[in-house]
């Protein structure tokens, strides 16, 4: 066991490169080159071992679609979608979403918000409303090409896509994944720290971990929670004015520990328009939540015992098994739960080799025996076959 506070280290300081959205008004194609720009003189900075791979993951990118009926009626194309990823994450997240897109006809753009992508100190300065200016940038870009504007969010990218959609009358539709429409009221607090943390730095942060990740962020301020909880409250005052009449697919774990779930599932209760569907990974496939009409919910079971796979996670909607950086046979391990008052278990949590289970960060899990927080969706083919019935239903 080790309980001490691990010290801080250059990356938990600000860049100055990347706490506020630079793009507006530049094409994404140049919005794109001057965020790669950017990410390259962070990680430069940082000397970052292999600096190629990290800014291609955490780059801004677009796609364009390949196959289909994909010709706009007054613009290029008829259909494009905006990519955002969630908080601590990057781009990378969404990369497969991506290629399912492209491949069904959409035109393509994903962002970077403020604050990510470099190091985890940026966070210290960005706010939720520079993250909203990079959905509203991406939006408007968006616009310009395609008939129709679909916005898809993963975690905090799905607040932020609902937060748009509620004051852009062009959002035709809406794609979340663990999308984190609810957090724990004890975020309320997390800037209480300004009092004392002139004093100790350590105390702006909710943990400090060793950021072996290099697309997600391993240590996280409380400032970044603080505006989380903001982006949130913000949004829910609009959800109490304004019903989500447009299409909704959404994808979640009943045994998220980072978004409320029962958020979601108000949320998907509310969703009046007949296309809307919601995906829930479940332990339990025979207690459907109540609210939601048959028609419009497909339960998963996420209990996969060939693979050591106890439950789905917040973490593992969005990346197929196959991915080499988070899936099956990754060279990542999520084990910063156990980082640094147990280490033992950390370093059997990091073990590629061990006999590790699976699954979200729940009590009832890390009781099972050393857990790995889920970073796949063993079911990945199936979600893309509900997306595709789902975009197969709309207008």
């Not at 350590?202 to 301020?221: L, N, Q, R, T």
């Amino acid at each position: 066991m080790n309980t001490s506070t691990p010290s801080l280290e250059a990356r938990h300081q600000p860049s100055g490169l990347n706490s506020e959205f630079k793009g507006s008004g530049l094409a994404f194609a140049d919005y794109v080159a001057r965020t790669r720009d950017m990410l390259n003189k962070a990680h430069s900075k940082l000397g970052a071992a292999d600096l190629k791979k990290i800014v291609d993951g955490n780059t801004p990118f677009e796609l364009k679609p390949t196959t289909g009926d994909f010709a706009g009626r007054k613009k290029t194309f008829r259909r494009g979608v905006l990519l955002t990823h969630g908080l601590t994450d990057s781009p990378y997240f969404m990369r497969y979403l991506a290629e399912f897109f492209q491949a069904n006809g959409f035109r393509i753009m994903a962002i970077l918000l403020p604050g990510h992508g470099t190091q985890p100190g940026d966070l210290l300065d960005a706010t939720w409303r520079e993250w909203a200016k990079a959905v509203a940038y991406g939006t408007d870009r968006l616009a310009e090409e395609a008939d129709e504007v679909y916005l898809a969010g993963f975690s905090a990218g799905g607040a932020l896509s609902v937060y748009q959609s509620l004051r852009d009358d062009r959002v035709c539709g809406l794609f979340l994944f663990s999308p984190a429409l609810e957090i724990t009221p004890r975020a309320a607090w997390a800037n209480l720290h300004r009092l004392y943390s002139w004093l100790i730095p350590s105390a702006k942060w909710v943990c400090i971990s060793p950021d072996k990740d290099i697309y997600k962020y391993e240590s996280f301020p409380k400032h970044a929670a603080a505006q989380m909880y903001a982006l949130t409250k913000e949004l829910n005052r609009l959800l109490q004015k304004h019903e989500t009449g447009i299409p909704v697919f959404a994808a979640a774990s009943q045994d998220d520990t980072t978004a409320n779930t029962p958020a979601t599932l108000g949320f998907m209760a509310h969703a009046r328009h007949s296309s809307s569907r919601l995906l829930l990974y479940t332990t339990d496939t025979g207690k459907p939540p109540p609210g939601i009409p048959a028609e419009k919910l497909e339960l998963v079971n996420s209990v996969v015992p060939e693979q050591k796979i106890l439950s789905s996670a917040h973490t593992s909607i969005v990346l197929p098994p196959d991915d080499p950086h988070y899936g099956a046979a990754r060279d990542y391990s999520n084990c910063t739960h156990y980082y640094p008052d147990d280490m033992e278990r950390y370093d059997a949590c990091n073990n590629r080799h061990g006999e590790i289970l699976q699954g979200e960060v729940t009590e009832a899990n890390l009781k099972a025996g050393t857990l790995r927080r889920l970073m796949y969706n063993p079911n990945f083919a199936a979600l893309k076959v509900s997306m595709k019935r789902f975009i197969d239903s709309l207008p």
